[in-house]
């Protein structure tokens, strides 16, 4: 069996350790699940990235205990769903989360969508915070949030969130909030890295940058997330292209190329602005 990749680590805002590549698990369900989210563990993932509403908190936490990996090596992040917001639906949620996990903590929970028009998401941040406090939590962070919700958020609570896991990529690499992110220490973590796949990885000028660097047009993609300081979450339940998404650290771009793929700028692919798209 292959070695493990190893994945480099970056520190959060309140100390605690955060890989700089993590993988996605949704769709991935049932025993073929468990199966996929193990072997990418034995890849050398140590961020596994699921929620309330993937429907397969129980895969995650299957996988990691047949994976054999110390439960300190492995942060699982999950999300609580809009149904959930409220500052005592928040930590229920988080509670009954934990539980069909079952590895005794959720290293990362994260509001998995605003819901702006149901005006709850301070509560509920509010109530992850108290989650933390109790220990049911080690880290909290929000999905999708705006620079608008995140300052409110700042303001309202003294804290600023860990993560912000948002879409984002070539076609959408989000300068403006990634640089209000570095300002309050919060880490960028990226849904949908790769796009949508065909369509990006064909693009002429990513295919003549990933043959000029010797690597696949995904690898290129996803050391340009990281090389951003953002942490990808790339979904894969093949052994082959979990190695191939996760063997990135072994090369750097020049700026003028990091700058060529930013470039390719054109907006949001799935019609999900925070202000107006709303998930329970």
Do not use: C
Request: aromatic fraction near 6%; charge should be negative.
């Amino acid at each position: 069996m292959a070695e493990p990749i190893r994945i480099p680590e970056i520190t959060l805002n309140d100390g605690t350790a955060f890989a700089e590549l993590g993988l996605g698990t949704y769709k991935l369900n049932g025993e073929e699940g468990i199966a996929a989210i193990e072997a990418g563990i034995g890849s050398g993932y140590r961020l596994l990235d699921t929620a309330v509403n993937y429907g397969n908190e129980r895969e995650v936490g299957e996988a990691v205990r047949r994976s054999g990996i110390d439960r300190d090596e492995i942060i699982v992040t999950t999300k609580v769903p809009g149904r959930h917001h409220g500052f005592d639906e928040a930590i229920a949620s988080g509670i009954e989360s934990n539980g069909v996990l079952g590895l005794d903590r959720i290293d990362l929970l994260l509001i998995h969508w605003p819901n702006p028009s149901v005006g709850k998401y301070v509560e509920t941040y509010k109530g992850l915070l108290e989650l933390r406090e109790r220990g049911i939590v080690r880290s909290v962070g929000v999905s999708n949030f705006t620079i608008r919700m995140l300052e409110e958020l700042i303001a309202e609570t003294g804290t600023a969130p860990a993560v912000n896991q948002v879409e984002l990529h070539p076609y959408f690499p989000q300068a403006e909030l990634r640089a209000f992110h570095n300002e309050h220490g919060i880490r960028t973590e990226s849904w949908s890295p790769l796009a949508r796949r065909s369509e990006l990885l064909e693009e002429e000028g990513v295919v003549a940058l990933a043959e000029k660097y010797g690597v696949t047009p995904t690898q290129l993609v996803l050391r340009w997330h990281t090389l951003l300081g953002a942490t990808p979450i790339p979904k894969s339940a093949s052994p082959e292209r979990q190695r191939e998404n996760a063997d990135v650290f072994g090369f750097d771009l020049d700026p003028d190329d990091m700058d060529q793929l930013s470039s390719l700028e054109r907006g949001r692919l799935w019609d999900a602005d925070p202000e107006h798209h709303e998930e329970m």
